[in-house]
């Protein structure tokens, strides 16, 4: 699992021509992530900061906080908010899920 502090340290792996952050690990990010770009990872766990991307393509993603405009994954687990305009997810966990459209196998709430 590579983890990121900052935005800096994710500069090489951005992705000019697609504006995507690329990675083929797991990632762990330290830091409130708040980016008008994409993200693609195996796994994504940012679970002490809150995660404002455009796209998220991931297996896995844990966070406190999950804001995107297109979010496709296998699993989603959010301790509070999940907000997005289009989730293709086959499981999720929240306390709180605000979306226009919602595809998925499993739905929990967690309160």
Do not use: W
Not at 42 to 70: E, L, P, Q
Request: net charge negative.
């Amino acid at each position: 699992m590579k983890y990121f502090k900052n935005l800096e340290e994710m500069q090489p792996y951005y992705n000019k021509e697609t504006n995507t952050y690329e990675f083929e690990d797991d990632i762990q990010i330290g830091f409130d992530l708040k980016i008008k770009s994409n993200i693609k990872a195996r796994d994504i766990d940012v679970f002490d900061t809150n995660f404002k991307i455009y796209t998220i393509n991931a297996y896995n993603v844990s966070a406190n906080n999950i804001f995107g405009g297109d979010i496709n994954t296998f699993s989603i687990d959010a301790s509070n908010n999940i907000c997005a305009y289009d989730m293709n997810v086959y499981d999720i966990k929240a306390n709180h899920i605000n979306a226009d459209n919602i595809d998925a196998c499993d739905i929990n709430n967690i309160k």
